[in-house]
């Protein structure tokens, strides 16, 4: 049911880009305020509203919905993710022993020496 919904959301905005693609410019108006020609108003007083801006609105609003629904769908599916499995493992305590018949982990020179004696390399 996502895959259907993320197709369908897909279109929508395909179709929304379209559509705002398709209208004429709007930035005409503002150069001809400052001495590029004549023109009736800067940003306001578009006259009625096109088929186009119609459809951009709706396209708009479709998507916006869309989106919703998506993101409640996609919150009722549960929450797996592979970020919290890995933090599971990473948080798992290590042995604290070695495993049997494991060699003893070597020691360094200084400890071997006993204590009260100078080992023959700080002489």
Known sequence: ?????????????????????????????????????????????RGAATFLSKLTLAAA???????????????????SSVITEERVQQTAPAPASPPTGAPAPPTSPAEQTPPGQVPPAAK
Do not use: N, P, Y
Not at 10 to 39: M, N, T
Not at 62 to 79: A, D, K, N
């Open 61 to 79: 609003v479709l998507f916006m919905i869309s989106s919703i629904i998506l993101t409640v769908v996609s919150e009722r599916r549960g929450r």
């Open 1 to 45: 049911m996502i895959i259907a919904l993320s197709v369908v959301h897909l279109l929508i905005a395909v179709v929304l880009v379209v559509i705002v693609l398709l209208q004429s410019g709007k930035g005409a108006d503002i150069g001809a305020a400052f001495g590029g020609g004549s023109s009736q108003t800067v940003f306001g007083g």
